[in-house]
């Protein structure tokens, strides 16, 4: 199997990676967590197209760089081309299209979300599959049944809000900073988690979907009270804390509440987490005892790969191996829905 | 269409309302945009959900190339619109949210542009 660089750009990061059969990892850059920000003279706006536009070839070319490779040693480029940003995924597939016409390789489109649950594989160096995969991030809630790499079913996904979305969301009504997830989290380690009684959507239901709207609201009722527009100032720094335990308990309750129920409907024992929601100490120390107590195997990536990133494109590998290729016709999907587990 | 609230005012509840009345097949398609900044969903006219609630200037607003979708025919919902007022076209319908009960909310429509101000006369 040649070298594969893969391109991400389906939201706000611009990233590139290497790697090769197995799957290895050769190179793994995203912008935002490199010094490449100095080059554009430290302005990279959050979103916008153009932002990937100006930073794609620089972290092309670190990737390269990063694993000892030209240009011309790569065999295959694999890209992101769904779901995510309409224009930023553009961005990445124009790119990726025009690397594999110039050097006459093959494209390969990965799905985001797959690549997500990939990343736990990437991070295990064995098959985790059949698995229960939980991808939980800014944009995403979902469960699903994954057969394989590339067959997922699913089991259900929010209805509303996805779960790092209502961090952030919390974070801001509680004056916390950004990104919310680490903010809520270190806020949270000097709270009581059943300080406030908050709700928990569905959980004792069959299905397997999710709503944190109501729970951001929850918390701006129990901040400020209906009355009040909006709640200022920050409350007092124990109401807070409290505050930000109660929310991220009511999330994790939930996320390890329907990962168990999806573990036996399935009848599944093993569990995979991506997405940047699952760096939350307290939702992995909640996962873990859940899948010893169902007696299961429970896979989550580290952190450089729970967040958004090149290397998990790397179940392009998979894809090699059963020919799947993209034609240059290849266009960017902005929106996903994966069939329903039958 | 530009909806205006707080945190919890139920913008994207009132997006899936309306979805709803366009007749959409599945509603629960129509989630927050917040993270994705535009969603598009099939209806009876095609309908654009988008969210400026994690932008930093009107100028990433613009980038998204939102006035290619506001003439395109199709429904534009703009969540956290009063964020990116430059942005927004010079005739349309503000709905501004404001949270009046656990579970009620109070709903103030103001018409902006000739067009709309006939609409909301004639109570459409």
Known sequence: ?342 | MALVGQLGAGKTHLARAIAEGLGIADSRAVTSPTFVLVQEYAARLPIYHFDAYRLHTQAEFADLGVHEYFESGGVCLVEWADRVPDCLPAEHLRIALYIAGETSRRAEITAIGSAYERLVERGE
Request: proline share 6%; glycine share 8%.
């Open chain 1, 1 to 342: 199997m040649p070298n594969i660089l893969a391109i991400e750009t389906s939201c706000d990061e611009t990233a590139a990676a290497v790697f090769t059969d197995e799957p290895r990892i050769l190179s793994n850059v995203v912008a935002s967590q490199t010094e490449l920000h100095a080059r554009f003279g430290g302005v990279v706006p959050e979103v916008a197209a153009r932002a990937h536009l100006q930073r794609l070839l620089p972290i092309v070319d670190e990737a390269l760089a990063r694993a000892n490779l030209r240009l011309e040693d790569i065999g295959c480029i694999a890209v992101h081309n769904t779901p995510g940003l309409v224009g930023a995924l553009l961005v990445g597939v124009s790119a990726a299209k025009v690397l594999a016409l110039v050097l006459d390789v093959p494209l390969i489109a990965v799905n985001h979300i797959e690549s997500h649950i990939y990343a736990a594989r990437l991070a295990a160096e064995r098959d985790i599959f059949p698995c229960v995969g939980l991808v939980v991030s800014g944009g995403h809630t979902v469960l699903f049944h994954c057969r394989d790499a590339l067959r997922f079913d699913l089991l259900g996904g929010t209805l509303d809000d996805a779960a790092g979305e209502a961090f952030d969301k919390v974070a801001s009504l509680l004056g916390l900073g950004f990104p919310g997830g680490p903010a809520v989290e270190r806020e949270a380690a000097g709270g009581q988690a059943d300080a406030v009684k908050l709700p928990r959507s569905f959980l004792h239901d069959e299905r397997l979907d999710f709503s944190f709207s109501g729970l951001k609201t929850a918390v701006l009722y129990a901040l400020a009270g209906q009355s009040q527009p909006r709640p200022e100032p920050p409350p007092p720094s124990q109401r807070r804390a409290d505050l930000a335990a109660s929310f991220q308990k009511a999330v994790v309750d939930v996320l390890v509440a329907k990962s168990s129920q999806a573990l036996r409907r399935t009848g599944l024992k093993r569990l995979a987490v991506g997405g940047g929601v699952a760096a939350n100490g307290c939702l992995r120390s909640a996962l873990e005892a859940m899948a010893r107590d169902e007696g299961a195997e429970l896979f989550i990536p580290p952190l450089s790969l729970c967040t958004d990133n090149a290397a998990m494109a790397a179940v392009a590998v998979e894809k090699w191996r059963r020919n799947e290729w993209a034609s240059l016709a290849l266009d960017a999907v902005p929106s996903w829905t994966p069939s329903p587990a039958t």
